[in-house]
């Protein structure tokens, strides 16, 4: 089955660029939506955006100048960077695969089936 | 941009008794477009619910969802010890695609 892991630095200096890698395993990172959420610590959940195996995107407005997802599909992994971190910043980091079930009838279903285990990234 | 509420914050019940979490949408979602997810403490969200009345593969039947435009409810039926957790509700119908602030269902 689709297992997805998190990878990347876990301390980030104020003002630098966080950058995390999410690799697919037991399955293809094609015809699928791939997406990141994060949680501050005692927090809920944020999406962050999203990236399709082709490369279009869509990110959160509220991190939309600071955010670039992409995807390496030789390597079956995306990423994500995040400019100009503050201590805002700090949170566990979530990668999922965003998928879609359903049909024209009775219409498409969207959700994220699976989820990696999340990475903690302290700016400090 | 879609805000969703959840209510209560807090829900404070004994295992075997029934729960009811509620979501509100500040606008219209499309049912298939609303999901429900738990998170326990150190781990990932797993996915329970989607189009707000499936059940995701291998969620026990005690498990339901319901509602429709602004108001969804997640149902546990009868509360096991391993229900107590966070529940958060999702839409994915307009971007960004946001979650309530999460339920926390803690044993009393």
């Known amino acids: 089955q689709v297992q997805l892991q998190e990878s990347g630095p876990g301390l980030v200096k104020p003002s630098e660029t966080l950058s995390l890698t999410c690799t697919v395993s037991?399955?293809?990172?094609?015809?699928?939506?791939w997406t990141w959420i994060r949680q501050p610590p005692g927090k809920g959940l944020e999406w962050i955006g999203y990236i399709y195996y082709s490369g279009s995107t869509n990110y959160n407005p509220s991190l939309q100048s600071r955010v670039t997802i992409s995807v390496d599909r030789s390597k079956n992994q995306f990423s994500l960077q995040l400019s100009s971190v503050t201590a805002a910043d700090t949170a566990v980091y979530y990668c999922?695969?965003?998928?879609?079930?359903?049909?024209?009838?009775?219409?498409?279903?969207?959700?994220?089936?699976?989820w990696g285990k999340g990475t903690t990234v302290i700016v400090s | 941009e879609i805000v969703l509420t959840q209510s209560p914050g807090t829900l404070s019940l004994s295992p075997g008794e029934r729960a009811t979490l509620s979501c509100r949408a500040s606008?219209?979602?499309?049912?298939?477009?609303l999901a429900w997810y738990q998170q326990k403490p150190g781990q990932a969200p797993r996915l329970l619910i989607y189009g707000a009345s499936s059940r995701a593969t291998g969620i026990p039947d005690r498990f339901s969802g319901s509602g429709s435009g602004t108001d969804f409810t997640l149902t546990i039926s009868r509360l096991e010890p391993e229900d107590f957790a966070v529940y958060y509700c999702?839409?994915?119908?307009?971007?960004?695609?946001?979650f309530g602030q999460g339920t926390k269902l803690e044993i009393k």
């Open positions: 037991g399955g293809s990172i094609s015809s699928y939506y």
């Open positions: 999922a695969r965003r998928f879609v079930s359903g049909d024209p009838k009775v219409g498409y279903y969207y959700y994220m089936d699976v």
């Open positions: 999702q839409q994915y119908g307009s971007s960004p695609y946001s």
């Open positions: 606008h219209s979602v499309s049912t298939t477009y």
